[in-house]
């Protein structure tokens, strides 16, 4: 666990996002959009609904093949590669729902996570009975447990757990997986206020401990102002503003596109 410090200029992009295009038919979606992500910081996308957000995020992580542009990562060209050799590589993300496996413990969905990791080897992932792998992942997904604070509910159903702390363990499914980048879409979604706090925190700290960088999608400005360091504007799939929270706050172009939407901008 080594703490990092955010952004210095000299420091290369762990992400650069390059004219990227992606359409559905006559619909575009993402529309020549560019963006770069730095080590260590915690980077918001933001934008009215339709904005072309989580297109932007499917594209990042594989899900959806660019139209056309580039995804580069540790300054590789990584576009159109499918989700799990993304993952490998430690690029990770996590759903606008919380997508558990709701049936199982909610130690055995973390250690499901540990085994998307590169780790964790190929054979063992498929057959799933190497005992030295799966020592290893009890040890990680306890540890793991321990950090988001859920160690009192491991055997605990994933079905029962409340909805914050269900989203809590999402993202400690998503860190068993060794991310180097973690996209997290509207990790705050039906979140109270006191909710809200407390995974923001947890969110910080897995920068700051965990030494993961962090892009998120968020429509709580509030959240979003108190959280990122750097955050860019998306309207109609392209690039509207970038900057610093005050930055983008005060920028007239961006409250004129949340004031012509049904958004609740804040
Ligand atoms: N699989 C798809 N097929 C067709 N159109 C799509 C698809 N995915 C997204 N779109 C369209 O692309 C546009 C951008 O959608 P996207 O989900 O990326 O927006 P968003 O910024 O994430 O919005 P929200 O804040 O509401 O989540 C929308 O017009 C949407 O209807
Ligand atoms: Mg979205």
């Known amino acids: 666990m080594t703490p990092t410090t955010p952004m210095t200029p000299a420091e290369q992009p762990i992400l650069q996002v390059r004219d990227l295009v ?26 009215p609904n339709g904005a072309g957000k989580t297109t932007t995020f499917n594209v990042i992580s594989g899900f959806y093949a660019p139209s056309s542009g580039k995804v580069i990562y540790l300054g590789e060209d990584i576009s159109g590669r499918d989700t799990s050799a993304l993952a490998e590589l430690g690029l990770i ?39 030295a792998t799966e020592d290893a992942a009890d040890e990680k997904a306890s540890g793991i447990l321990q950090f988001f604070a859920l160690q009192h509910l491991a055997e605990e159903l994933a079905a029962n757990l409340p909805h914050g702390y269900q989203r809590a363990l999402g993202m400690a499914v998503a860190l068993a997986a060794d991310p180097k980048l973690m996209l997290l879409d509207e990790p705050f979604t039906g979140m109270n206020p006191e909710e809200t706090k407390r995974m923001a925190k947890l969110v910080r700290r897995l920068r700051d401990e965990q030494g993961v960088t962090v892009m998120l999608i968020e429509h709580d400005m509030q ?24 930055e983008v706050r005060a920028n007239p172009a961006v409250i004129e596109a949340y ?8």
Not at 25 to 47: K, W
Not at 259 to 266: E, F, K, N, P, T
């Open 22 to 47: 992606r359409a559905f038919g006559g619909i575009v979606a993402v529309d020549n959009f560019s963006l770069d992500v730095y080590p260590g910081t915690i980077h918001g996308l933001i934008g």
């Open 93 to 131: 993300r996590t759903f606008q729902g919380t997508t558990l496996f709701h049936q199982l413990s909610v130690l055995d969905n973390v250690r499901l996570g540990c085994h998307r990791s590169a780790k964790a080897g190929v054979v063992s992932r498929i057959l799933g009975r190497d005992r």
């Open 223 to 246: 959240a979003v102002m108190g959280l990122c360091e750097i955050i860019t504007v998306m309207n109609f799939g392209t690039r509207l503003a970038e900057g610093t929270p005050d």
């Open 259 to 266: 004031l012509g939407s049904a958004v609740d901008a804040a």
